[in-house]
């Protein structure tokens, strides 16, 4: 009875045991793969190409001192030549009275300061002068103008020529002040006094003058009572300082006037 008797695993058990095993197969092959990578990036030569590169000291570049600029050399003074320096020397170029040829373009009675042109070649100049020595016989070639000036142009030495008199401006003389007297008729605007409350109090009342004086435009410019009430003659000042005349003319031209305003102070 037992020598048949057959023992059967469960099918579960097969397929748990294949699973262990190939979980740890993959285990071992990850890792021998892992080890093959590390062994190979450790045996391996991994170069960037500098092989060929050779190594130099690297210098600092030189610091080149500005080159110092040429100084300009001072210029030597030209001399003029002996031959320049021996012509004779005018302001105008003006022609000779025995040269009938050429006909005077103007007459004037002003006095003539410049001289005549010379015989021959001459040079123009701030001054007329004449060297001594000087003809037409001169070494070197020289050139002129029909009218004989030379056009070799030199500066010879400055003469110094006295400035002409300065006239000095007439002063005008102001016209004198004149008195008009009693200027009540000339006035264009005859300012009236106000009487005042001290003056009405005690009744005060008469002739006041003032003395004033008038601009060219007519304008009172000082006023001054000279007589009168006391109380009266403030208010007979400020009137006659704003009273206006009609200017008054001595040869077409206005002058300044004085003259005397009266007033009637009456009640």
């Known amino acids: 009875m037992f020598d048949k008797l057959i023992v059967s695993e469960p099918e579960g058990a097969d397929f748990k045991n294949r699973r262990n095993y190939f979980m740890v197969s993959s285990l071992v092959v990850g890792v021998l793969f892992l080890a093959a990578i590390v062994v190979s990036i450790f045996a391996s030569d991994y170069s960037l190409g500098t092989n060929g590169i050779e190594l130099a000291e690297l210098l600092p570049p030189t610091v080149m001192a ?3 600029p040429e100084r300009p050399q001072p ?4 001399t003029p ?3 320049t320096s021996q012509l004779p020397m005018r302001q105008v170029n003006m022609s000779r009275t025995d040269e009938p040829t050429i006909v005077p373009l103007s007459i004037s009675t002003a006095q003539n300061n410049y001289q005549s042109r010379p015989l021959g070649q001459f040079v123009s100049g701030p001054s007329d002068s004449t060297p001594s020595g000087s003809g037409r016989n001169n070494d070197g070639p020289q050139t002129s103008d029909p009218n004989g000036l030379a056009t070799t142009q030199s500066v010879p030495e400055t003469a110094s020529v006295p400035d002409p008199p300065v006239k000095a401006p007439p002063i005008a003389k ?3 002040i004149q008195s008009l007297g009693v200027v009540n008729g000339r006035a264009s605007d005859l ?3 106000v009487y005042s409350a001290a003056a009405k109090a005690v009744n005060a009342q008469g002739t006041v003058e003032v003395q004033v004086m008038i601009d060219e435009a007519g304008k009172v410019v000082s006023a001054h009572a000279i007589s009168g009430n006391m109380l009266l003659r403030p208010a007979a000042e400020v009137a ?3 009273s206006r005349f009609t200017p008054t003319l001595l040869s077409t031209v206005p002058i300044k006037v004085t003259g005397v305003i009266v007033y009637n102070f009456i009640r």
């Open 66 to 68: 500005a080159a110092e």
């Open 75 to 78: 210029r030597t003074p030209q």
């Open 81 to 83: 030549s002996n031959s």
């Open 174 to 176: 102001k016209p004198p």
């Open 191 to 193: 300012v009236k006094p």
């Open 240 to 242: 006659a300082r704003s």
